[in-house]
Nanobody, 120 residues
Framework: QVQLVESGGGLVQAGGSLRLSCRASGNIFSFAIMGWYRQAPGKQRELVAG????????NYADSVKGRFTISSDNAKNTVYLQMNSLKPEDTAVYYC?????????????WGQGTQVTVSS
């Protein structure tokens, strides 16, 4: 069973930066769509950033465009979310997601979540 382990969350002041990491226990980044989601208290989980393993295309929520960057290192089985110019409204639990589309380990995988808190 593939597991995703996230790290890098924490408390930061507005305007600061954090880098989230999500390491997979198996090689599931081929033929996959990777994403970072977040969920703030009382709100629905939303997609923050997505990355396609095929062509490397990315997409971002309008609220984070120009501030967040998603990337992956397939050799390390790790996907990252670089977050710059953080705002208090970015405060949420951030979840890593990998949707592996083909292969023996095809499936929809989620990390346990990591808390990001931005103080004003």
């Amino acid at each position: 069973q593939v597991q995703l382990v996230e790290s890098g969350g924490g408390l930061v002041q507005a305007g600061g930066s954090l880098r989230l990491s999500c390491r997979a226990s198996g090689n599931i980044f081929s033929f996959a769509i990777m994403g970072w989601y977040r969920q703030a208290p009382g709100k629905q989980r939303e997609l923050v950033a997505g990355l396609s393993s095929g062509g490397g295309s990315t997409n971002y929520a309008d609220s984070v465009k120009g501030r967040f960057t998603i990337s992956s290192d397939n050799a390390k089985n790790t996907v990252y979310l670089q977050m710059n110019s953080l705002k208090p409204e970015d405060t949420a639990v951030y979840y890593c997601n990998v949707k592996k589309l083909f292969g023996a380990e095809a499936g929809d995988y989620w990390g346990q979540g990591t808390q990001v808190t931005v103080s004003s």
